[in-house]
């Protein structure tokens, strides 16, 4: 489809009616001859602007918020009355509002979801209508969708169980594969499945919106889930189906159970693996390293952490290691001390990583008789630091300095968000290690002055791969997504990495360059669904074509 010649103003759409629907509403654009066909005369000032001069004037009103979440409230509020000026105006602004829209603002926003509610958007499917799925999914505002993301809002980013507030993430997500991918606005569906919350701050706030009930669990929440999965698929059977934010002892089983029956993905488990594998290859190449010669230590062992380090696990077997030495090179710590198979508390996945009891008998423990972070950085070369655990500072500056001691070029990542979670501050890790750490955060975090340079510090954002991802798949008709299409969107990531030509450039692409980016990206993923024979097959042009002819853009055309 041809979004830019294709999407039209539906018949008898007038007046008010329309000027109060935000995807086809062009406000003061409206020109003259469109005025009096569509009744808007009077209705509107005189004076006919371009997009490009309502853009202006909305980032006049933008600057004068004095705060994030205001500024966010008020971005929103632009998207719920007129969409092409919502999206141009973020990218006119894309460095500075991206973190507005979505993380860090957005956890914030999350929090605050139920005092700062203002238009519906997206669905929100509570547990008491557990019997009506489908007919809530066909309330639904546009009939025709291209991708759903859904939270249950038990894990948003690392603040914990936020309930309803959760449809926060799906929104702000969506955003961004309009902006970034170029999915029509129109036909993109956000969801949050209310199945309560244990929040009691939340519980007690006598303006929250969601349904007053302690979390379903068990067999009633597995149940309720898979009446939604049946009701997208008979109601939306081609939808892409993203999954965000669900909890760790939920997120892989879910993504396992349905991956096979729909075109669908984990965001958390397969997203956040891509974007970083993509920086870990831009920065093992500055290191002079192949992926295969790492030794990585991982602080968190949630399903964000053992996706990433299943990723990385299969790009070193791709260079050759079988999975068996593959597996030898991590250690994964999480708050109970390091994952060995003497531990029984462990999920499936996670003993994929476990270090033989034999293997450190013999080594250091800390005073709660674990073999912790600094026990395992005393007896590992380690060349590689990923924390995915939401704790703040754990990467002191006794590890890290003795990390540095062994490697000359570190490579440390402080993934967790927002950045009231960061495992550690990237000016910190450039002092701790004479400017010579190779860093990717979670959350933004301004450039980094050492001696004469400059050092930009990339983003491991999610935003680099979902976004291309949905129009890679789109674009290829793909019918299911597997981890070798992730793979290969995230290699083409890492070959866009802008400190391959400049050591002390980001080791990801700008954000101004994202949109180029993500073309890249979708193509590697639409090829590998057709390499797979789960796309119909293209030549290389065609697909290109076709990449081009499905990403929208904001611009206003002709009523």
């Not at 103003?9 to 995807?23: E, Q, V, W």
């Not at 005369?41 to 309502?54: A, D, F, I, K, Y």
């Not at 593959?326 to 999920?347: C, H, M, P, Q």
């Not at 008998?361 to 990923?386: M, S």
Request: charged fraction near 25%; include cysteine.
């Amino acid at each position: 489809m041809k979004y830019s010649v294709k999407i039209n103003i539906p018949a008898g759409l007038r007046g008010m009616d329309l000027l109060d629907t935000p995807i086809w509403n062009k406000g003061t654009a409206f020109d003259d001859r469109e005025r009096v066909a569509l009744g808007l005369q009077g209705l509107l000032p005189p004076e006919v602007e371009s997009l490009q001069e309502q853009s202006k004037r909305a980032y006049e009103a933008f600057q004068t918020k004095n705060t994030d979440l205001g500024r966010h409230i008020y971005l929103r509020q632009v998207q719920d009355t007129n969409e092409t000026l919502f999206y141009r105006l973020l990218l006119d602004h894309v460095e500075e509002m991206m973190p507005i829209v979505y993380t860090p603002t957005v956890g914030l926003a999350c929090q605050q979801f139920s005092h700062i509610y203002r238009r519906p958007r997206g669905l929100i499917v509570s547990y008491p209508l557990r019997d009506s799925i489908a007919e809530v999914l066909r309330n639904r505002p546009n009939r025709e969708v291209d991708v759903i993301v859904v939270t249950d809002g038990e894990r948003i980013l690392g603040l914990g169980d936020q309930g309803v507030g959760g449809l926060g993430i799906p929104i702000g997500k969506l955003s961004l594969y309009s902006l970034i991918g170029g999915i029509h606005p129109s036909r993109t569906l956000p969801i949050v499945l209310d199945v309560g919350t244990n929040n009691q701050e939340r519980l007690r706030d006598p303006e929250y919106l969601g349904w007053r009930h302690e979390r379903v669990r068990g067999q009633e929440y597995l149940d309720f889930v898979d009446h939604f999965v049946q009701a997208v698929k008979q109601e939306l059977p081609e939808t892409c189906l993203q999954w965000e934010d669900f909890a760790t002892p939920n997120a892989r089983p879910l993504l396992e159970r349905y991956q096979d029956q729909l075109l669908t993905f984990n965001d958390d488990v397969q997203g956040t693996a891509a974007v970083v594998l993509g920086a870990a290859i831009g920065a093992s190449k500055v290191a002079r390293k192949n992926l295969r010669e790492h030794n990585i230590v991982f602080v968190g062992a949630g399903s964000a952490a053992i996706g990433v380090a299943d990723y990385l696990r299969f790009a070193m077997v791709e260079e050759g290691l079988s999975d068996k030495e593959a597996r030898a090179r991590f250690w994964i710590v999480d708050k109970d001390g390091l994952l060995d198979t003497d531990r029984r508390d462990l999920s499936a996945e996670q003993k994929t990583y476990t270090r033989d009891r034999n293997e450190i008998v013999d080594w250091p423990r800390n005073p709660h008789g674990q073999i912790g972070l600094a026990e395992v950085i005393a007896k590992v070369d380690a060349t590689v630091l990923i924390g995915l655990s939401t704790v703040k500072g754990i990467f002191a500056e006794s590890i890290v300095r003795e990390m540095a001691r062994k490697t000359e070029r570190p490579i440390i990542f402080p993934l967790s968000n927002p950045t009231s979670r960061s495992e550690a501050e990237p000016s910190d890790l450039m002092a701790w290690t004479d400017g010579r750490a190779l860093v990717a955060t979670g959350s933004p975090f301004a450039p980094v002055k050492y001696g004469a340079k400059s050092i930009e510090i990339a983003q491991c954002n999610n935003v680099f791969i979902f976004p291309a991802v949905g129009l890679g798949l789109l674009a290829s008709k793909a019918r299911r997504v597997t981890d070798k299409m992730m793979l290969a969107g995230a290699k083409a990531l890492g070959e866009q990495s802008p400190a391959l030509r400049d050591p002390a450039a980001s080791l990801l692409p700008s954000v101004g360059t994202i949109r180029d980016v993500a073309l890249k990206i979708a193509y590697g993923v639409a090829l590998k669904a057709q390499e797979e024979g789960l796309a119909p097959a293209l030549a290389p042009e065609a697909l290109q074509e076709a990449l081009v002819e499905n990403r929208w853009n904001p611009e206003y055309l002709p009523a």
